[in-house]
T-cell receptor
Framework: GQNIDQPTEMTATEGAIVQINCTYQ??????LFWYQQHAGEAPTFLSY????GLEEKGRFSSFLSRSKGYSYLLLKELQMKDSASYLC?????????????FGTGTLLAVQP | DTAVSQTPKYLVTQMGNDKSIKCEQN?????MYWYKQDSKKFLKIMFS???????INETVPNRFSPKSPDKAHLNLHINSLELGDSAVYFC???????????FGSGTRLTVV
């Protein structure tokens, strides 16, 4: 089966750091993605991890541990515009191809 | 330049009607997808096409019929619409099976 878990909601303060966790159990693994989705908009790509470790990209970093089936997205120096849903997604084998399987998303509210 | 474009953005229709959603990508990607996002914001894959060939069909009712006239277009036709079909439908594309997806802006379908 395919299972991807994230907290439903989180709240953080402007300027702070927040870590959004994701655990997964999937039939196969070909990488993990993080997407950001503002209300009423399309998901947009944030990061991709396929090897263990930390990938840093500006204010955003993503970590992966394949042995633990665990990832996190770290957002630093939070800004109001970071209020959005953050979607963890695993690229898993799907028959003749791969498919991106999404978690339920974490709604992050950044407060002044 | 819009990379993945969907039309219409909003669609309100009565139960039992037949409707189509169109998707076009100008990224030169080989693979296109349809995802459904329900009221709980859960994104679930429906179909995937690679170079006009159907490669993923995720146990979607056969009232839903995708059509890909060429690799830049993937349309979704829905027959006999039901209340439960109300959702946001996202089209996406990717350059290959191990790459992230670029999403369209979504079509909000409301069945009344």
């Amino acid at each position: 089966g395919q299972n991807i878990d994230q907290p439903t909601e989180m709240t953080a303060t402007e300027g702070a750091i927040v870590q959004i966790n994701c655990t997964y159990q999937t039939s196969g693994f070909n990488g993990l993605f993080w997407y950001q989705q503002h209300a009423g908009e399309a998901p947009t790509f944030l990061s991709y991890n396929v090897l263990d470790g930390l990938e840093e990209k500006g204010r955003f970093s993503s970590f992966l541990s394949r042995s633990k089936g665990y990832s996190y997205l770290l957002l630093k120096e939070l800004q109001m515009k970071d209020s959005a849903s953050y979607l963890c997604a695993v690229l898993a084998p799907g028959g003749a191809t791969n498919k991106l399987i999404f978690g339920t998303g974490t709604l992050l509210a950044v407060q002044p | 330049d819009t990379a993945v474009s969907q039309t219409p953005k909003y669609l309100v229709t009565q139960m039992g009607n037949d409707k189509s959603i169109k998707c076009e990508q100008n990224l030169g990607h080989d693979t296109m997808y349809w995802y459904k996002q329900d009221s709980k914001k859960f994104l679930k894959i429906m179909f995937s096409y690679n170079n006009k060939e159907l490669i993923i069909n995720e146990t979607v009712p056969n009232r839903f019929s995708p059509k890909s006239p060429d690799k830049a277009h993937l349309n979704l036709h829905i027959n006999s619409l039901e209340l439960g079909d109300s959702a946001v439908y996202f089209c996406a594309s990717s350059p290959g099976q191990a790459w992230g997806y670029t999403f369209g802006s979504g079509t909000r379908l409301t069945v009344v």
